[in-house]
């Protein structure tokens, strides 16, 4: 995209920034409506949104009109990963570990979506070019209205969390180092996914390493409730969160690395590794956290409020890093400043404790 509407580094960020502006409205407008129309309700309305917003990105070129599509599709996303973690919480109320692990399949099912992407894409734009991309958001599209039927019927399966009995009240203060920790990774994840294939053709990278590099990626985010299921459910206090932010800062520190060139490719593979299985994983963390010490009834309001400022932190994020990467004429430096937000945000959410259910 950036190549065929001759968009720099600061203007390819903007849709980003746009897609994380959107995510911010929908974690507001989840939060505000949560309570009257449900988890369920909500969660098929951003499945819808998000559909719609995919096709249409593929059928403007206007940078503005991009992103606006992106915009909706950031909030309609919102509304998908807020309430769809928050039922997915739901779905073995009575089995705390089978609920954790539920919890860490729903956000690393993700992955599935990045595999595809990463074998088909890049092929289909080797074969087509620079202007190839509106048939990949299209098809993009097309592909998450077949799932909105799926998820449809799924969500109809869980019984609503803000059915039962409890109060939906609940205080920020005592799982502050975690918000703070939250907001760190926004930071320095979205600078990753944003600029990491831009780099990989900075540095040479193949059609085919590209390829590799995201699947790899999107494999990783599959692997990850293998890996991280067992401790979300059972370490204490923030110490789980802690592990999987130390594991994304070295994933994203890796490329920034001076490496032999015969060793890039695998420098970047062992990066996106290492990336995926965090990625998505840290959410999880959050998830079980609040589930474990809030009633269900505070569940969607309290998810919706660390998703508002994991939003917001990414709004900047992406077109700073651009500039500084049109200012320094590499993105290497804007890389290294995520890695190293990431690592601070791990030692903050070492200091989260536990707190009884209130």
Known sequence: MREDLSLNFSQAGLLNTANALGYLLG?????MLVQRWGNRALFNRGMLLTACSLCLTGF???????GLCRLFGGIGGAAIFICGGALASNIAPSDPQWSTRCITIYFGGAGVGLVLCGLLIPLWMASQGSSGWPETWFAMGIVAWLMLAITYWAARQIDEPMSAQGSADWALRPLLPAFIAYIGFGLGYIVYMTFII??????????????????????STLLAPLVWSKPIATWPNGRAMAAILLVLALGALLPVIPFEPAWQPFAMQCSAALFGLGMFSAPSSISALIKRTQQKQAWGSAMATFTIAFAASQIVAPVASG????????????????????????????????????
């Open 198 to 219: 831009a780099w990989l053709k900075a540095i040479g990278a193949s059609s085919l390493q590209m390829s590799v590099v995201w699947s790899v990626l999107g494999l």
């Open 27 to 31: 974690a507001l407008f989840t939060r």
């Open 60 to 66: 403007v070129h206007d940078l503005y009109l991009l």
């Open 323 to 358: 500039i500084l990467a049109d200012w320094s004429g590499s993105l290497r430096s804007g890389l290294a400043l995520s890695g190293l937000m990431i690592l601070v945000s791990a030692s903050i959410a070492w200091l989260q404790k536990d707190l009884k259910q209130g």
